[in-house]
T-cell receptor
Framework: GAVVSQHPSRVICKSGTSVKIECRSL??????MFWYRQFPKQSLMLMAT?????????EQGVEKDKFLINHASLTLSTLTVTSAHPEDSSFYIC?????????????FGNGTRLTVT | GQNIDQPTEMTATEGAIVQINCTYQ??????LFWYQQHAGEAPTFLSY??LDGLEEKGRFSSFLSRSKGYSYLLLKELQMKDSASYLC??????????WGAGTKLIIKP
């Protein structure tokens, strides 16, 4: 089945530094990928929709200059958390949908646990 | 507005059957998904319904009634590893997923 690979799975960084998270669709092309954030005991919150070859669409309240998204190819999207702060500590998850397959679900990466100290 | 409602928490016994309900209101409708999420992990896909009726997949089944804006996930022969959160999500006319808050399922021996 379709697989989405997300890397790294876990990262600890110091306040003020930047962290890049990669999301790859391994066996299908994804013109659109989605980035979610999940705080403990809360539901998934959509941060932004990443579109290949164009600018990402950010949800209300999400700072586009802080969460930089690049979708340079049909199989890779990256999320960079710039000047990270402790409140950015969260579980970040990407997902993609194989638009070439009828009624395909969203496939999720395994997530990245970010801890900012 | 768009909304997905599902119970916050349910408890069931190992070996038993449990039904998790979900009601939805979306702008347009392109299907309904169920995902399973274990604590600290990403969600995994369970089912997708776009037509009315019951879809069976092993121990898990999912039902949809579009006229009632209602779906349920049925889990049979419960195992301890089924303890997880179950997320209901509707796909709206723009193909955006509208997520429920999830139902935490606790399985007791």
């Amino acid at each position: 089945g379709a697989v989405v690979s997300q890397h790294p799975s876990r990262v600890i960084c110091k306040s003020g530094t930047s962290v890049k998270i990669e999301c790859r669709s391994l066996d299908f092309q994804a013109t659109t990928m989605f980035w979610y954030r999940q705080f403990p005991k809360q539901s998934l919150m959509l941060m932004a929709t990443s579109n290949e070859g164009s600018k990402a669409t950010y949800e209300q309240g999400v700072e586009k200059d802080k969460f930089l998204i690049n979708h340079a190819s049909l199989t890779l999207s990256t999320l960079t958390v710039t000047s990270a702060h402790p409140e950015d500590s969260s579980f970040y998850i990407c997902s993609a949908r194989d638009l070439g397959a009828d009624n395909s679900p969203l496939h999720f990466g395994n997530g990245t646990r970010l801890t900012v100290t | 507005g768009q909304n997905i409602d599902q119970p916050t928490e349910m408890t069931a016994t190992e070996g038993a059957i449990v039904q998790i309900n979900c009601t939805y209101q979306t702008s347009g409708f392109n299907g309904l998904f169920w995902y399973q999420q274990h604590a600290g992990e990403a969600p995994t896909f369970l089912s997708y319904n776009v037509l009315d009726g019951l879809e069976e997949k092993g121990r898990f089944s999912s039902f949809l009634s579009r006229s009632k804006g209602y779906s349920y996930l049925l889990l049979k022969e419960l195992q301890m590893k089924d303890s997880a959160s179950y997320l209901c999500a509707g796909l709206d006319s723009n193909y955006q997923l509208i997520w429920g808050a999830g139902t935490k399922l606790i399985i007791k021996p």
